[in-house]
């Protein structure tokens, strides 16, 4: 257990100063078991390591960070350790990467029932099912994701300012006095494309090449995430790689499922199902018509942020591909799109179509879609700055 205690007292020492994620004020703490679900490489151990720092102090010992990576695991059960931590006064327990001890939602459920003081704060991939797929856990956790930085989050790292979330509505009602009031401080258009290209991971805040930790970080969703908690055998994997680059070569793009197939040698429904793993993996996204859904073909992929659009270095970035996925993103986790009819890309909780498009298209707008502008600093009326909703979160 010291060894435990050592390793956590380390960690939370060396962490620096994190920016505070806005995730931190959105979960009700007050539940006992809470899960948080992210995308590798988005800082979920860092945010673990965050809530120890605010909430506890390296002295009374009530709060402990582990990670199931451990080997001490292959020989002891998490149950064990979690009551020999309670025994000497332990209340707070933060379990990093709990997919990786086997029985996991078994070991949770016995911890809640026979220790019903401690909180378990615990952090897993994204293509877990806490709920769907584990009825232990049903109605007992409460699950969170953590998403990458908005465009907001990284604006306020790099100009070293605080600004505030906006809702959907907001931006809808009062864009141009809310663009106003940020541009009076800060030209947000300077930081925009650079937020595009590296602004979603934190990887951004290291020294070290940006875009060999992206590439490592996708090969790693594709080689444990997926392969381990899907089952796959590692055979696939070549397969499933070569899928995933034909996709962020296309992306957006329709989905055109026999020819894939027949590029990849996978079989139709196993194509289908791989890209299933990659939605919910959070390396594409799916758009698609109202009143449709998976398992029906989607309209249109997308990739899951523009980020991933630079992770192929043999295609130059189509500024259209980039400034749509940005929107996509900056919305789909907490609204509805759906694919539009004509030349509306997107439709917004069933009843805000939306056009995304350049500087140089604006002579073309009319009718009653909304236009959101990439290059634009303030809009009027139905004219929305593409960069403003970075600010959703």
Not at 29 to 43: E, Q
Not at 246 to 269: C, D, F, M, W, Y
Request: proline share 4%.
């Amino acid at each position: 257990m010291e060894s435990f205690y050592r390793t956590h007292s380390y960690l939370v020492e060396h962490l620096g100063n994190p920016i505070r994620r806005e995730l931190m004020r959105e979960i009700d703490w007050s539940h006992r078991l809470i899960g948080i679900k992210g995308s590798r490489g988005v800082g979920k151990t860092t945010f673990l390591l965050q809530y120890a720092r605010e909430h506890s102090s390296l002295q009374d010992r009530k709060c402990l960070y582990i990670n199931l990576n451990n080997l001490y695991f292959t020989d002891h059960s998490l149950e064990e350790f979690a009551t020999v931590f309670y025994a000497q006064g332990g209340r707070t327990l933060l379990i990093d990467q709990v997919f990786k001890y086997p029985g996991w939602s078994e070991a949770l459920r016995a911890c809640y029932d026979t220790l019903p003081e401690l909180q378990i704060i615990f952090t897993g991939s994204t293509v877990m099912r806490l709920k769907e797929e584990n009825p232990l856990l049903d109605g007992l956790v409460a699950s969170y994701n953590l998403r990458g930085f908005s465009f907001r989050e990284y604006l306020n790292i790099k100009a070293g300012m605080s600004f505030r979330p906006y809702t959907f509505d907001e931006i809808i009602e009062n864009h141009a006095t809310i663009a106003r009031a940020i541009s009076g401080r800060v030209n947000p258009l300077e930081y925009f494309d650079g937020y595009l290209h590296h602004g979603y991971y934190p990887f951004f805040l290291e020294k070290s090449n940006f875009s060999e930790n992206l590439i490592k970080t996708i090969n790693m969703v594709m080689e444990v995430d997926i392969l381990l908690l899907k089952q796959l055998e590692l055979s696939y994997l070549p397969k499933l790689r070569r899928l995933l680059y034909l996709i962020i070569k296309r992306a957006p793009g329709a989905l055109n499922v026999s020819q894939l197939s027949h590029e990849t040698q996978i079989s139709r429904a196993t194509v289908m199902n791989y890209i299933k793993c990659f939605k919910d993996a959070r390396l594409i996204n799916m758009l698609y018509r109202e009143g449709e859904s998976y398992p029906q073909k989607p309209a249109m992929l997308y990739l899951h942020n523009p980020n991933l659009i630079y992770s192929n270095r043999s295609m130059v970035a189509d500024r259209q591909a980039v400034c749509e996925t940005f929107f996509y993103n900056a919305l789909h986790s907490n609204h509805r799109l759906n694919m539009g009819k004509n030349s509306v890309r997107f439709v917004v909780d069933g009843k805000y179509p939306f056009r995304v498009i350049s500087q140089r298209s604006k002579s073309r707008m009319g009718g009653d879609t909304y236009y959101t502008i990439d290059g634009m600093t303030i809009g009027n009326k139905n004219v929305i700055p593409l960069w403003l909703f970075g600010f959703l979160y």
